[in-house]
């Protein structure tokens, strides 16, 4: 049953509402974030503000609000598709059931250059209000070490490896939920056909924001490379390795970089990885395109140059704004 956008009346009531610092319901004001941008403290720590990291206010109310709203309908369509949630009334949850608020996550993508990439969402749980021992037992984010990377990195120079970046699509939600995990659906939407009942989202998938969907991914992950002849490295779980085909993988969270002597043999295993219901693709054009925001863009005489010209320049501009304020304040 799908859930549809209610951005063309309620949700531009609330957001005008936040917009102006006023309760939706009484229209008193209830917040002097408006009122507070003139404070010489207000702006210096807005000068530490990440513009590609908004607030769901920011981002649903700034010049690329169209775009972000485009963007959530599109998560909540993908999320769907791949059978995230179950709805259900909430009256038929067990008693003394949690349910768990849930949220967004905006980001505006960059290429490593610092161009625009795209608008990014993520429908996401309120992982810290989940209970250890009530919603979760144990929880980590496996993630390969920089040694490993850098031990990698040099392997494919001196052996001319080719390399490619590959990318899972909505990766946490490829994992199942294996404990009842209950959460609130978002306000900007409603059930089709069941607008007037209180419904809740019972989770079926891991989703981004549990505590639990590293972990949970990871071992999907582990099960698929394992049963396509991978072993795990003893010095790095997040190093698996082909000994046959020699092709090396490298985990780090939800990205994947694979290495081989061979492109043949990266094909062949991801396509294997495809027919087990893994949804991957390789991402670029470029070897290991865009890896942690890092641009590897030259390969020549046993070298990879190593470029993050958006992070420099963004780097750069807040220390200039701060010089500035700085000056200003004095």
Not at 55 to 66: D, F, I, P, Q, R
Not at 151 to 177: G, P, R
Not at 265 to 283: D, G, R, S
């Amino acid at each position: 049953m799908a859930l549809l956008s209610t951005t063309n009346h309620l949700a531009h009531h609330l957001l005008k509402s936040r917009m102006l610092g006023t309760d939706p319901h009484t229209r008193a004001i209830d917040s002097l974030q408006p009122l507070s941008i003139g404070s010489e403290f207000a702006l210096k720590a807005k000068s530490r503000h990440d513009p590609d990291l908004p607030s769901v206010h920011e981002a649903l109310t700034g010049n690329h609000s169209k775009e972000f709203f485009k963007a959530m309908d599109k998560e909540i369509l993908d999320l769907e598709s791949m059978g995230t949630w179950e709805i259900i009334a909430r009256n038929q949850l067990p008693s003394q059931t949690k349910v768990i608020p849930s949220t967004w996550a905006m980001r505006i993508k960059r290429f490593p250059d610092g161009r625009l990439n795209k608008f990014k969402e993520r429908f996401c749980v309120r992982g810290d209000l989940m209970t250890k021992g009530m919603h979760y037992d144990e929880s980590y984010s496996p993630v390969c070490g920089w040694p490993t990377i850098r031990a990698s990195l040099i392997l494919a120079a001196l052996l001319n490896l080719h390399t490619c970046q590959v990318d899972f699509q909505n990766a946490f939600c490829q994992a199942a939920q294996k404990d009842p995990l209950y959460i609130e659906l978002s306000q900007h939407y409603k059930v089709q056909g069941r607008e007037e009942e209180d419904l809740v989202l019972s989770l079926k998938k891991s989703l981004y924001g549990t505590v639990t969907a590293p972990k949970l991914f990871y071992e999907h992950v582990q099960a698929g490379m394992l049963s396509e002849g991978f072993v795990q490295s003893k010095s790095d779980p997040c190093l698996f390795i082909h000994a046959q085909h020699q092709v090396f993988v490298l985990q780090y969270v939800d990205d994947q970089i694979w290495m081989a002597k061979d492109p043949k043999h990266i094909t062949q295993h991801l396509e294997a990885l495809q027919n087990k219901q893994f949804l991957v693709t390789i991402k670029g054009n470029e070897d290991m395109f865009g890896f942690l925001g890092i641009d590897c863009i030259k390969r020549k005489d046993g070298t990879i140059e190593l470029s993050k010209e958006g992070l420099i320049r963004k780097t750069l501009k807040c220390i200039v704004l701060d010089v500035y304020i700085e000056i200003y304040m004095w």
